[in-house]
């Protein structure tokens, strides 16, 4: 079992920045995916960036690939999420979730989520 808990988010401008994180209890930490998805209101939630046990792959949904960083700390248990040049659109809670590469990237179905954390950017 692993336990998730997201902090960082709040209210920013637009063409600003935030830095999500997710500390993980656990001491299988490094053996999972990490993840990070978000909701907006009135859509579905959507997978936004993914980092392998090792941290050596990523990989980003297209609508935030250049303005996202997703990277993790291993032995402190904790995958952050750096986003920049913030957009309206990127309002959303955020998810961090974890879980096998395959069940992450390409089925979106991580085994394990946090509660979310609301990022609010005005224009």
């Known amino acids: 079992q692993v336990q998730l808990v997201e902090s960082g988010g709040g209210s920013v401008q637009a063409g600003g920045s935030l830095r999500l994180s997710c500390a993980a209890s656990g001491r299988t930490f490094s053996s999972y995916t990490m993840a990070w998805f978000r909701q907006a209101p009135g859509k579905e939630r959507e997978f936004v960036a993914a980092?392998?046990?090792?941290?050596?792959?990523?990989y980003y949904a297209d609508s935030v690939k250049g303005r996202a960083t997703i990277s993790r700390t291993n032995a402190q248990n904790t995958v952050y999420l750096q986003m920049n040049s913030l957009k309206p659109e990127d309002t959303a809670v955020y998810y961090c979730?974890?879980?096998?590469?395959?069940?992450?990237?390409?089925?979106?179905?991580?085994?394990?989520w946090g509660q979310g954390t609301q990022v609010t950017v005005s224009s």
């Open positions: 979730a974890a879980g096998g590469w395959m069940k992450v990237t390409r089925l979106q179905s991580p085994d394990f």
């Open positions: 980092i392998s046990g090792s941290g050596s792959n990523t």
